[in-house]
């Protein structure tokens, strides 16, 4: 049914009747299956994806290097499993052009066979066809390559890469990226990159067992030789075919050689490639909060009356009946044995006789610290591996004996701020000279305070920041120590690992949740008195400790901007030759 209620269309549509009967009432004296009512689930909402966001592109329109642009007659030609180099030869007289094979080589330098050099057969049949889609669709048949010099036409496996005239050499020193890692870039493109790589090898020799000294010292020696080697990589296709490169470690340069068209071309690869990159400063405030709350509510009383003493001792009930305490079990043997022993006293005869003391403890003792430290760390999100760089996370004793200097790789920090403590001992046991038996005990040592590590995944343009963090805080605690070395002490670690999260510029990631919570109450009472409402309290003596821990985590990054003015003078020629005698006045020349 199709209507309107003045401002919208309504489209109603009636449903089938449904069928309905009514059950019988359920015999509870016999199984059965109980009538229940239905219903159809609620609709989940549909599925929309995560907004994409902005995304930076660098388009390039490229010239197909491999295209002959030639000019000639018509071409009508029928050949089936024809060598494609006396077809080529064919349409080169046809058109008016000289035609060159040039055969290939392989990695050593040695001329390839006829049968890989010549390329595959090629079967074509042509009706008036335009003569530059004929030359080329060959070329394209027998996957060969072809370049026209004047009216030469110079074809072959692999001939992109040679030229007649002159070629142009350029060094462009890089800003952001390394050398190493653009010239993989070019390399993955076509361009043929070579590289000096450095092999080492460690021969280790010793002194023969035949003419070693008894009971000397055993003598070994290591050799060690370098050896220098180039190796030359690049893939078989890509635009940059005919480019060959090199780089150079110290001023992260690489050096181009080839035609101008194509060092132009990557040229405007490695603009795009030596951008920037952002660094993001994480600032980190971490609150350690401990909370400890210990409470002890004790009685003690003692009263004599004659020659009895009873004594309650914080619930703790102790009698004495007697002016003489009964003998332990050391003096009961030496009595049975005939050997004089002295009787110890009942301690009630100190006291007066028929006397009460009382004693009342009562007190609540609490106690909160907190650690906080807002460390804050600039890193970047490029994951590649620092030369000479720490690898791991060592003590801070010998940190400064290695003398490694920052993390392994640019876009990882870690902070340490505590205590060196002993944990441990490694026990070891020696003979000298002298003694027989030297215990020697070298300590392991832990941090007790607080440990953070981060790590930057990725920044990208949209202003999120992607990372992860392990942060960790150690208590130390006194333990048993180590018989013949010393104490040790005991760490009490709380960490929390996270995954990757993702969170924008300027915003704070609050992470909570690391709580710790420890109750424990005791009680000493006499029987049957110390379970009296409140005549109670004087015969028993409890006490009750409560310690609660929370760690609490915030982070807030935030993108370092580093391109106001970032442009500004780059590239700048003075027009006039006015300004460029002022310019070379005030910056030496050019």
Do not use: H
Request: hydrophobic share 35%; with cysteine; net charge positive.
């Amino acid at each position: 049914m199709i209507g309107a209620d003045g401002r919208n269309l309504v489209i109603s549509f009636s449903t089938a009747p449904q069928p309905s009967s009514q059950s019988a009432r359920p015999d509870l004296r016999s199984p059965g299956t109980v009538p229940q009512a239905t219903y159809a689930p609620a609709l989940q909402p549909r599925a929309v994806a995560p907004p994409l966001g902005d995304m930076a592109v660098g388009s390039m329109v490229l010239r197909n290097r491999g295209f002959l642009r030639v000019n000639g007659p018509a071409v009508s030609m029928t050949m089936r499993n024809a060598p494609a180099r006396d077809v080529l030869m064919a349409l080169a007289e046809t058109g008016g052009y000289g035609f060159v094979f040039v055969a290939g080589t392989d990695k050593d330098g040695k001329p390839l066979d006829a049968a890989s050099t010549q390329g595959a057969p090629v079967s074509i049949a042509f009706r008036g066809e335009n003569y530059s889609r004929a030359i080329n669709s060959v070329l394209l048949s027998a996957g060969l390559q072809a370049r026209l010099e004047g009216r030469l036409i110079v074809a072959g496996p692999n001939v992109l890469g040679l030229s007649f005239g002159s070629q142009l050499s350029k060094v462009y020193r890089l800003n952001q990226a390394s050398a190493s890692s653009a010239a993989d870039y070019l390399a993955s493109l076509g361009a043929s990159i070579t590289k000096v790589s450095v092999i080492t090898n460690a021969t280790q020799t010793g002194t023969a067992q035949g003419n070693q000294v008894a009971g000397g010292a055993t003598t070994t020696q290591t050799e060690t030789q370098r050896i220098s080697t180039t190796e030359t990589y690049g893939a078989t296709t890509g635009p940059l075919k005919g480019l060959t490169g090199t780089t150079d470690s110290r001023l992260q340069t690489i050096t181009l050689i080839g035609d101008p068209l194509v060092i132009a071309v990557a040229e405007n690869y490695l603009r795009q490639l030596d951008l920037r990159q952002r660094q993001v400063a994480l600032t980190v405030r971490i609150l350690d909060i401990n909370l400890d709350n210990d409470s002890t509510l004790s009685n003690s009383f003692a009263f004599k009356y004659g020659n009895n003493f009873i004594v309650s001792d914080q619930g703790k009930l102790v009698g004495a009946w007697g002016n003489q305490l009964p003998p332990t079990t050391a003096q009961f043997g030496a009595i049975s044995a005939g050997t004089t022993t002295t009787a110890p006293v009942n301690p009630g005869s100190l006291y007066a006789a028929d006397s009460f003391y009382n004693l009342l403890s009562a007190f609540i003792t609490s106690k909160s610290t907190k650690l906080l430290a807002s460390p804050t760390l600039i890193l970047t999100d490029n994951p590649e591996a620092i030369a000479g760089g720490g690898a791991t996370t060592v003590a801070a004793g010998s940190a400064l004996g290695t003398g490694t200097i920052g993390r392994e790789r640019s876009n990882e920090a870690f902070v340490t701020v505590g205590t060196q403590v002993i944990t441990n001992y490694t026990v070891s046991s020696s003979a000298t000279g002298t003694a027989s038996n030297v215990i020697a005990c070298a300590p392991t040592f832990g941090t007790a305070g607080l440990t953070f590590g981060a790590r930057v995944s990725k920044i990208d343009d949209n202003g999120f920041v992607t990372f992860n963090l392990s942060p960790s805080v150690s208590a130390s605690t006194p333990g048993d120590p180590v018989p013949g070395c010393g104490p040790i002490n005991i760490l009490s670690v709380r960490r929390l690992d996270t995954g990757s999260v993702r969170v924008r510029d300027g915003q704070t990631l609050i992470l909570t949740g690391v709580i710790s919570d420890f109750n424990s109450q005791s009680s000493t009472k006499w029987p049957i008195l110390g379970d009296i409402p409140f005549v109670g309290q004087f015969f028993r003596g409890s006490g009750g400790t409560r310690q609660k821990r929370e760690l609490v985590i915030m982070v807030t990054p935030r993108i370092i901007n580093d391109t106001d003015g970032g442009a500004y003078g780059y590239g700048y020629q003075p027009a006039s030759p006015e300004s460029r005698q002022l310019m070379g006045a005030s910056q030496g020349g050019f």
